[in-house]
C-alpha cells in the first residue's frame, strides 16, 4: 500500500491468497494501490461523505470476510483501510498526498472533483462513482477493474455492494437502494455467464475504442488550429524581413562580406531565426499530426479486423 507520502510499502499477501483482489477487487496489476484506489474512488475524489461511507462499507467487508479464517490478514488490511481513510479525510495530509500522486503523473485537473451537494446522488455517496463516472459500467458498479474475467472476484464484489446496499435499504432512501441492488444483480449474472459477458466486453471495447479514436481526432484538430494560428505570424515576419532588405542593400553586403572573412559562417538576424523556427515548428506540427492520422487508421483497421 501507500503512506501518507506516498511511498509503497510491502503488500500484505499469502502464497495462495490476494485481499486486494479477492476482497476489495484490486488485480495485481494495480497493486499496491494507493488510497483512493483502495477505498474503491475516483481519484482526487473531494467530498468527506462519499470518503467515509466508502471506508465503512470495506470496513464491513473485510470484518465479514475476515471472520471465516483470514483473521490476520484482516486485521492488517483493516488498518490500511483506517490510514487510508484518516488521510484522506484530513484536508492538510489529504493535499500533501494529491500533491505526491500529482508528481507521479497523475493529473487533477483531468478530474471532475466532487464536492458535498445537497442533491442526494445513491452511486456517488453509497458506492463512490462519482457523476463523470456515470452511467456506470457493470465493472464500475461492482467496484472491479474493466474485463475483470476471475468468477469469484466478480462474484465477491457483487457481494459486497450489495451487502452494504441492503443496510441502506430501510433509510429514506429506500427506492434508490432497491434501484441499485437490482442494477448489482443485473451486473452480477451479466458477468457471471461467459456469453454475455463476452458480448457485453465487445460493445465496450468498441465504446472505447471510439473514446481513443475521438481524442486523437481532438489532439490533431488543435494541433492544426495551432499551425494555422502561427502560420500567418511567420509570413509577416518573411515579409518584414524581405523589407528591411530591400531597404539596407549597404548592410546585407557588408554581412556577406563579413561572413566571407569568417570562413562562410553568416550570422542570421533574429527575423530570420524567428522565421526558421516556425518553419520547423510548423514541420513538427504536420508530422505530429500525419502520425496521429496514421495511427487512426491503424486502429480503425485492426479494430474491424477484430471484429
Known amino acids: 500500500m501507500w503512506s501518507s507520502d506516498c511511498t509503497p510499502t510491502r503488500v500484505i499477501m499469502d502464497a495462495d491468497f490476494d485481499p486486494y483482489h479477492l476482497w476489495l477487487s484490486i488485480p495485481p496489476a494495480e497493486q499496491p494501490a494507493h488510497h483512493y484506489r483502495l477505498l474503491g474512488l475516483e481519484l482526487f475524489e473531494a467530498n468527506p461523505d462519499v470518503i467515509d461511507i466508502a471506508a465503512n462499507r470495506l470496513s464491513s467487508w473485510v470484518r465479514m470476510e475476515a471472520a471465516k479464517g483470514r483473521q490476520k490478514v484482516g486485521r492488517k488490511l483493516l488498518r490500511q483501510i483506517d490510514v487510508a481513510r484518516t488521510i484522506l479525510l484530513h484536508p492538510e495530509s489529504k493535499s500533501k498526498y494529491d500533491t505526491g500522486l500529482t508528481k507521479q503523473g497523475n493529473s487533477p485537473a483531468a478530474q471532475e472533483q466532487s464536492t458535498p451537494s445537497d442533491r442526494f446522488d445513491p452511486?456517488?455517496?453509497?458506492?463512490?462513482?462519482?457523476?463523470?463516472?456515470?452511467?456506470?459500467?457493470?465493472?464500475?458498479?461492482?467496484?472491479?477493474?474493466?474485463?475483470?474475467?476471475?468468477?469469484?472476484?466478480?462474484?465477491?464484489?457483487?457481494?459486497?455492494?450489495?451487502?452494504?446496499?441492503?443496510?441502506?435499504?430501510?433509510?429514506?432512501?429506500?427506492?434508490?437502494?432497491?434501484?441499485?441492488?437490482?442494477?448489482?444483480?443485473?451486473?452480477?449474472?451479466?458477468?457471471?455467464?461467459?456469453?454475455?459477458?463476452?458480448?457485453?466486453?465487445?460493445?465496450?471495447?468498441?465504446?472505447?475504442?471510439?473514446?481513443?479514436?475521438?481524442?486523437?481526432?481532438?489532439?490533431?484538430?488543435?494541433?492544426?488550429?495551432?499551425?494555422?494560428?502561427?502560420?500567418?505570424?511567420?509570413?509577416?515576419?518573411?515579409?518584414?524581413?524581405?523589407?528591411?532588405?530591400?531597404?539596407?542593400?549597404?548592410?546585407?553586403?557588408?554581412?556577406?562580406?563579413?561572413?566571407?572573412?569568417?570562413?562562410?559562417?553568416?550570422?542570421?538576424?533574429?527575423?530570420?531565426?524567428?522565421?526558421?523556427?516556425?518553419?520547423?515548428?510548423?514541420?513538427?506540427?504536420?508530422?505530429?499530426?500525419?502520425?496521429?492520422?496514421?495511427?487512426?487508421?491503424?486502429?480503425?483497421?485492426?479494430?474491424?479486423?477484430g471484429s
Do not use: C
Open 123 to 305: 452511486y456517488h455517496n453509497w458506492l463512490g462513482i462519482a457523476p463523470a463516472e456515470q452511467p456506470a459500467t457493470h465493472y464500475r458498479l461492482l467496484g472491479l477493474t474493466e474485463f475483470e474475467e476471475h468468477p469469484e472476484v466478480i462474484t465477491a464484489a457483487a457481494s459486497r455492494q450489495s451487502a452494504y446496499l441492503h443496510t441502506a435499504a430501510t433509510g429514506a432512501h429506500r427506492r434508490e437502494s432497491q434501484q441499485l441492488l437490482n442494477e448489482v444483480a443485473k451486473a452480477r449474472l451479466t458477468l457471471l455467464d461467459d456469453k454475455q459477458r463476452a458480448a457485453y466486453d465487445r460493445s465496450l471495447r468498441k465504446k472505447r475504442h471510439k473514446e481513443r479514436e475521438s481524442k486523437l481526432s481532438l489532439e490533431v484538430g488543435d494541433g492544426l488550429g495551432l499551425l494555422e494560428k502561427e502560420s500567418p505570424r511567420s509570413s509577416t515576419d518573411s515579409l518584414q524581413l524581405r523589407e528591411r532588405k530591400s531597404r539596407r542593400p549597404t548592410e546585407t553586403s557588408l554581412g556577406v562580406l563579413d561572413a566571407e572573412n569568417n570562413h562562410g559562417v553568416e550570422e542570421l538576424s533574429p527575423a530570420t531565426r524567428n522565421t526558421s523556427r516556425l518553419t520547423q515548428f510548423q514541420l513538427r506540427v504536420l508530422g505530429s499530426s500525419a502520425a496521429a492520422l496514421l495511427i487512426i487508421a491503424m486502429l480503425s483497421f485492426a479494430f474491424r479486423r
